[in-house]
């Protein structure tokens, strides 16, 4: 019997600007048909532009740079529950459950990434800079996503002992 998972997280390089495993691990996320230097090049953009917004705001507290935005935005946008459904006695049930450190990684990059592929119009990297800007302030579709789950956690929270 061959093993659960695939050996990704062990593989994984770091991306070779930054050298982070996290921006690595999204830019392969990001990618469409193999074509990473693709992808490379539309993160690299879009973090540019993040940069480039950051020299524009006079805040003290605001990160001082775009990887700092990109990690805050991922930390802001992770559920912590979501529902899953449960059959029991021939009823299913939205029973809530905590997310696991993976998936809530999987999720925010998967909420990210669709939240900046629906807005039609202009390029990728454009797109991909203001979700993560807008999920760093606490905002924008991927956050509203978030938080729609956690509300429906939190309807369906009379179920919880079903887990």
């Keep these: 019997m061959g ?17 982070d495993l996290i921006l690595s691990k999204f830019i392969n996320c990001i990618m469409y048909d193999g074509k990473k230097s693709v992808a490379q090049r539309n993160m690299y953009d879009a ?41 029991i006695g021939g009823a299913n049930y939205q029973v809530p459950m905590q997310v696991n450190r993976k998936r809530q990684q999987a ?14 119009g202009r390029p990728i990297a454009k797109r991909l800079a203001d979700e993560l800007f807008n999920a760093a302030r606490g905002e924008g579709k991927a956050i509203t996503k978030r938080e729609e789950t956690h509300r429906m956690a939190e309807a369906n929270k009379a179920f919880s002992h079903f887990a």
């Design 3 to 19: 093993k659960k998972f695939t050996a990704s997280s062990t593989q994984l390089r770091p991306d070779p600007v930054h050298n």
């Design 47 to 87: 973090l540019d532009d993040i940069q480039d917004r950051l020299g524009k705001i006079n805040d003290p507290a605001a990160p001082e740079t775009a990887l700092e935005v990109f990690h805050m935005a991922i930390e802001k946008v992770k559920p912590f529950v979501e529902v899953r459904s449960k059959r």
């Design 107 to 120: 999720l925010a990059f998967r909420w990210i990434i669709t939240a900046a592929r629906s807005e039609k």
